[in-house]
T-cell receptor, first 112, second 111 residues
Framework: RKEVEQDPGPFNVPEGATVAFNCTYS??????FFWYRQDCRKEPKLLMS???SGNEDGRFTAQLNRASQYISLLIRDSKLSDSATYLC?????????????FGKGTTLSVSS | NAGVTQTPKFRVLKTGQSMTLLCAQD?????MYWYRQDPGMGLRLIHY???????AKGEVPDGYNVSRLKKQNFLLGLESAAPSQTSVYFC??????????FGSGTRLTVV
């Protein structure tokens, strides 16, 4: 298994839809997980951290399943402005969590 | 404004030329990183530093060197540029277990 894998998509959804992205990781010792958002030709920006108990921030919910080694991001009531690439981020193996590895990203396109 | 600043923003190099990309952060972060991003490849870690005077190799370090002489600066050097190094380079810094703060990127073309 690669360190981090994501379905590249694209996911094409209408406004108001609910969409979910999954990401699998290989380093079972990983402690810190994140979802980043990247707009075209821009730098990635932190969307949310992923906690063991799951966490929610408005329309966004992140879940962690340690047993199966995957994390998920759920977006409810999609907006046009949610169109972007979503990057799953996990620690680089054997680096004590000091360096992060990015998935290749899942592209979301929300249409009216 | 606080954050990560990368210079230059754009550069065109000829094969074999050298250059240095500068990353500066004013958040007093210990950790700094250099990534490259290519179409279909995602962000790949080149080198990183866990503190002033330290550097470590990432996933794709070949052809690059780095230095962290001051805590706020992390330099990425290309000694002899190759077309395969055409990419967008992102610098980031981080404090403890929080996520990264990225610079706006350097678009490098090697012809």
């Amino acid at each position: 298994r690669k360190e981090v894998e994501q379905d590249p998509g694209p996911f094409n959804v209408p406004e108001g839809a609910t969409v979910a992205f999954n990401c699998t990781y290989s380093n079972s010792a990983s402690q810190s997980f994140f979802w980043y958002r990247q707009d075209c030709r821009k730098e990635p920006k932190l969307l949310m951290s992923v906690y063991s108990s799951g966490n929610e921030d408005g329309r966004f919910t992140a879940q962690l399943n340690r047993a199966s080694q995957y994390i998920s991001l759920l977006i409810r009531d999609s907006k046009l402005s949610d169109s972007a690439t979503y990057l799953c981020v996990v620690p680089l193996a054997n680096q004590a969590g000091t360096a992060l590895i990015f998935g290749k990203g899942t592209t979301l396109s929300v249409s009216s | 404004n606080a954050g990560v600043t990368q210079t230059p923003k754009f550069r065109v190099l000829k094969t074999g030329q050298s250059m240095t990309l500068l990353c500066a952060q004013d958040m007093n972060h210990e950790y700094m990183y250099w990534y490259r991003q290519d179409p279909g490849m995602g962000l790949r870690l080149i080198h990183y530093s866990v503190g002033e005077g330290t550097t470590a190799k990432g996933e794709v370090p070949d052809g690059y060197n780095v230095s962290r002489l001051k805590k706020q600066n992390f330099l990425l050097g290309l000694e002899s540029a190759a077309p395969s190094q055409t990419s967008v380079y992102f610098c980031a810094s981080r404090d403890s277990n929080y996520g990264y703060t990225f610079g706006s990127g350097t678009r490098l073309t090697v012809v």
